[in-house]
C-alpha cells in the first residue's frame, strides 16, 4: 500500500533516481495512475517497465493527459491500439507480442504501448487550447497515485515522460493523503486534473483519443501549433460536442420516432416488436442518445446474442457518441475497465458510460458483480433479440440495476415457453410498440415473391416419421392427464427427432439443384452471371450440399458456427461483391447479420418456430441498391396426396406443423395467390383448406390454452 512507502517530501534528480526511486515504487502499489503531463514518448514506458507491470498486475490502470505533441512511432502505436479495440484479429495479434509484458515494454515497447491502449490499461487524452489563437501549450506536470485502500499520492514537478525528461535537471513534491498537512495539496491537484479529464478546464479542451484521430490533431514535429491547422475542422464548445453534431445528421423514420414516443409514455420500458430489418438498432441508440441529452448522464448496458453483433453494435454506438466497452470472453480485461468506468461515472469524471456485452456475460455473476455500483435512475438496458433472454440460464441478465429498460426483437413471444416470454413482459412492462412486415414492405423493406416447393418424404423417412408420431401422440396423451417434467423432456426429444426428418428431408437436395440448374440457364440466356444465392440447410446437411451446388459450377461458401469472425466478414463482403455467388448457411445467419445483396434464398431447413424462420426471411428483405425485390424459394414438406382418402394423423399433423409457416409466407408475398395455387390440390384433398388462413401464433396459443384450461381442472 501507499502509505507503507518510505516517502520524502521533495524528490530532485542530484540526489534521487526520479522513476526508480519515485514513480516506480507508487505504481507498484496503486491500483489508479493518473497523469497531466505536457510531453509522453514511448521511452518511459520503458524507463518505468517495473512499475508498470507492477500497476498492471494490481488489476490498475493509467490515464494520461498530454498535448498533441507526439512522435510519429508513438502515435502509430496509438491508432494501432485503438483500431484493435474494435478488431479482435489485431487485438490478438497484439496480445502474441506482448505475452509477457516485462520482456515486451523492454524490447518490444510500440506493441505493448498498443495493447495496454487496446486492452484500456492505458488511456490518452489531449488537451489543447480552447482559443485557437492560443499560443501556449498543456504544460503541466501533476501525478496521482491511487490504491485500493483509497489512499492517495500527489506528485507535482517539471519531469516529462520521457527517456529524456529522465536525464534532465528535474524535482518533484510528493503530498500524501493520509498526512493532514498535505491533504489539501492532494486534494487540489487530484481535482483538477480529474476536472481536465473530464471536460477541460478555462483554458483547455481535451479530446478523446478517437476524437483526435479523427480530427488529426495530433503533429509529429515542432512548428505550427496542430489545433491552429484543425481549427475550422473542429466545432467543440460547452453546448454542443461532437456526438450531438454526429447525432444531427441521423434522421429518424417516422415509425421510429413513434416507438420512442410510446417507450418514453410507458415510463421509459417497453419491448419493441418490430419488423426484421427496420432500424431496431438505431431507434434504440436515438433513445439512449435523447435520455443523455436529458440527464446529462446516462448509463447504457447494451446486450446481445452473439459475438458478431458486439462490432456491429459498436459501430453503431460511436455514431451517437458512445464509446463501448465490449464484454465476452474474448475481451479477457473487461471487468477491470467496467468498474474503472463506472468510478469515473459516479464521481462526475465522465458524462456518460457505455458497456456492451454478449448475453452469456452479462448472465454471469462476474458481470453482476462489475456493474452494481451503476446508479439505478440514470441507468438504461438495452437488449438486443430479447426473446433469447427469457431461457433460464440467460435471465440473469435481466438486470435491476437499470430503471430503463428497452427490449428489441421482431418476435418477442418465446415459442412454447410461456413462463420464459412472461419474464420478459413483466421485467419490460410488455410490449409498447409494434412494427409489422407488412407495413415496411415497399417502404423501408424489399417486396418479395414466394416460390414454394412441394418436396415428399422418402418410403423411409415416411415410416419414420410415423413410428415417431405414434409414440408422441402416446406420450402427449399421458402429459395432458399429468404434467411430469421427465415425460415433457421424452416428448422433446422425440418431437426434435421428427422435426430433423422434415428439416433434412433427402427429397430436397435434388429438387434444390434442379432449380438452381434453371436459375443459371436463364442467367446464362439473359447475359448476366447468377449471384446473390443464399441457402439454408440442416446442419447435418450443409457439407453435402455445399459439395453439390459447387458442382454446378457456383462459387459456394459455406457461413457456418465454425466460420472465424473474421472470416466472417471476409466472405459476406465478398459475396456482396459477387466473388461469392451462393451461400450455404445454417442457424448463424438467423439473427443480426446484414446480407442486404441476396436476391433469392432457398429455405431447406424446415422450421415450425416462427422466430427462426421470420428471421431468416427478414435477412433477405433488406434494401440494396439495384435491388427491386426478393426471391423465396420454400421447401415445403407434404404427405402423398395418393393417401389423402385414409385421412392419417401423421399425414394431417404434417400438414398442420407446414402450413401456418406457408401462410406466414404467401400473406405477405405480391404473388399470394400464386403461391397458394401450388399447393392447394394437396391441401383441398386432405380436406385442409382452413390452413391457408391459421398462422404458426395461432396454433401456439391453442396449444397454451389448452395447458391452461388442464391445469385448472
Known amino acids: 500500500m501507499l502509505r507503507d512507502l518510505e516517502l520524502h517530501p521533495v524528490y530532485d534528480s542530484s540526489q534521487y533516481d526520479l522513476v ?244 418514453i409514455q410507458m415510463d421509459f420500458r417497453g419491448i419493441f416488436e418490430m419488423a426484421t430489418g427496420t432500424g431496431k438498432t438505431f431507434t434504440a441508440l436515438a433513445a439512449a442518445a435523447e435520455r443523455k441529452d436529458a440527464l446529462k448522464q446516462v448509463a447504457v448496458l447494451i446486450l446481445v446474442p452473439y459475438l458478431h453483433l458486439l462490432e456491429q453494435w459498436q459501430h453503431n454506438c460511436e455514431r451517437f457518441g458512445f464509446y463501448p466497452i465490449l464484454c465476452s470472453g474474448n475481451h479477457d480485461q473487461w471487468p477491470n475497465e467496467v468498474r474503472s468506468k463506472i468510478q469515473d461515472y459516479r464521481n462526475g469524471f465522465i458524462p456518460n458510460i457505455c458497456i456492451l456485452a454478449v448475453h452469456q456475460t452479462a448472465s454471469s455473476q462476474r458481470f453482476t458483480a462489475a456493474v452494481q455500483g451503476l446508479p439505478k435512475d440514470s441507468t438504461l438496458l438495452i437488449a438486443d433479440e430479447v426473446h433469447r433472454l427469457g431461457a433460464p440460464h440467460l435471465q440473469n441478465a435481466l438486470l435491476p440495476c437499470a430503471s430503463m429498460r428497452m427490449g428489441l426483437s421482431a418476435t418477442p413471444h418465446r415459442w412454447y415457453d410461456q413462463e420464459g416470454t412472461q419474464k420478459l413482459l413483466d421485467y419490460f412492462t410488455g410490449i409498447c410498440f409494434e412494427y409489422p412486415l407488412d407495413q415496411a414492405i415497399g417502404k423501408f423493406l424489399t417486396p418479395y415473391r414466394y416460390f414454394p416447393i412441394l418436396t415428399l418424404l422418402t418410403a423411409n423417412e415416411s415410416e419414420e416419421y410415423e413410428e415417431l408420431s405414434r409414440r408422441i401422440a402416446a406420450i402427449a396423451a399421458s402429459q395432458r392427464l399429468k404434467r411430469d417434467t421427465d415425460i415433457e423432456e421424452r416428448l422433446k426429444r422425440l418431437l426434435l427427432q421428427r422435426a430433423q426428418i422434415i428439416s433434412a428431408a433427402s427429397n430436397k437436395l435434388p429438387l434444390l439443384l434442379e432449380a438452381l440448374q434453371r436459375q443459371i440457364a ?79 434464398a432457398y429455405f431447406l431447413a424446415s422450421t415450425t418456430n416462427p422466430r427462426e424462420f421470420i428471421q ?91 395447458y391452461e384450461v388442464k391445469d385448472r381442472s
Open 20 to 263: 526508480q526511486d519515485l514513480i516506480v515504487p507508487l505504481l507498484a502499489e496503486s491500483h489508479e495512475y493518473w497523469r497531466g503531463v505536457g510531453f509522453f514518448t514511448s521511452g518511459w514506458l520503458k524507463t518505468a517497465c517495473k512499475g508498470i507491470v507492477e500497476l498492471v498486475s494490481n488489476g490498475g490502470t493509467a490515464r494520461i493527459v498530454t498535448s498533441p505533441l507526439m512522435q510519429k512511432a508513438d502515435w502509430e502505436a496509438l491508432q494501432v491500439g485503438d483500431s484493435a479495440k474494435r478488431d479482435s484479429v489485431l487485438r490478438e495479434m497484439l496480445r502474441e507480442h506482448v505475452a509477457d509484458l516485462s520482456r515486451a515494454l523492454s524490447k518490444d515497447t510500440l506493441n505493448a504501448l498498443a495493447w495496454m491502449v487496446a486492452e484500456g490499461v492505458l488511456e490518452f487524452r489531449f488537451a489543447i487550447p480552447r482559443d485557437f489563437d492560443m499560443r501556449g501549450d498543456y504544460h503541466d506536470k501533476v501525478g496521482v497515485f491511487i490504491d485500493t485502500s483509497d489512499d492517495v499520492v500527489a506528485i507535482h514537478g517539471s519531469f516529462n515522460d520521457s527517456a529524456k525528461g529522465s536525464l534532465n535537471g528535474e524535482a518533484f513534491s510528493v503530498f500524501k493523503s493520509w498526512v493532514e498537512g498535505q491533504r489539501p495539496y492532494v486534494e487540489q491537484h487530484h481535482g483538477r486534473l480529474m476536472k481536465l479529464w473530464c471536460s477541460g478546464n478555462s483554458q483547455f479542451q481535451v479530446l478523446l483519443l478517437p476524437d483526435a484521430i479523427r480530427q488529426e490533431i495530433v503533429r509529429l514535429q515542432r512548428g505550427t501549433r496542430p489545433w491552429v491547422k484543425a481549427a475550422a475542422k473542429i466545432s467543440i464548445s460547452e453546448d454542443r460536442s461532437l456526438e450531438q453534431a454526429k447525432n444531427s445528421e441521423i434522421e429518424l423514420r417516422h415509425y421510429q420516432r413513434e416507438a420512442i414516443d410510446a417507450w
Open 616 to 706: 431468416r426471411r427478414g435477412r433477405i428483405l433488406r434494401k440494396c441498391e439495384g435491388k427491386v425485390r426478393a426471391d423465396v424459394y420454400d421447401f415445403v414438406v407434404v404427405p402423398d396426396i395418393q393417401y389423402a382418402r385414409l385421412i392419417r394423423d401423421s399425414d394431417l399433423g404434417l400438414l398442420r406443423r407446414e402450413m401456418p409457416r406457408f401462410a406466414e409466407f404467401a400473406a405477405s408475398a405480391e404473388n399470394e395467390f400464386e403461391a397458394r395455387a401450388v399447393i392447394r390440390e394437396i391441401v383441398n384433398a386432405f380436406q385442409q383448406l382452413h390452413l391457408f388462413d391459421i398462422k404458426s401464433w395461432e396454433i401456439y396459443h391453442d396449444v397454451m390454452e389448452f
Open 522 to 600: 436463364e442467367c446464362k440466356e439473359a447475359g448476366v452471371e447468377l449471384r446473390d444465392v443464399l441457402i439454408y440447410c440442416a446442419p447435418s446437411t450443409h457439407r453435402e450440399v455445399l459439395r453439390k451446388v459447387s458442382k454446378l459450377g457456383l462459387r459456394c461458401h459455406e457461413f457456418v458456427h465454425t466460420v472465424s469472425l473474421d472470416k466472417r466478414e471476409t466472405v459476406l463482403r465478398q459475396f456482396s461483391a459477387g466473388d461469392i455467388q451462393a451461400l450455404i448457411a445454417i442457424h448463424c445467419l438467423d439473427e443480426g447479420v446484414d446480407i442486404p445483396s441476396t436476391r433469392t
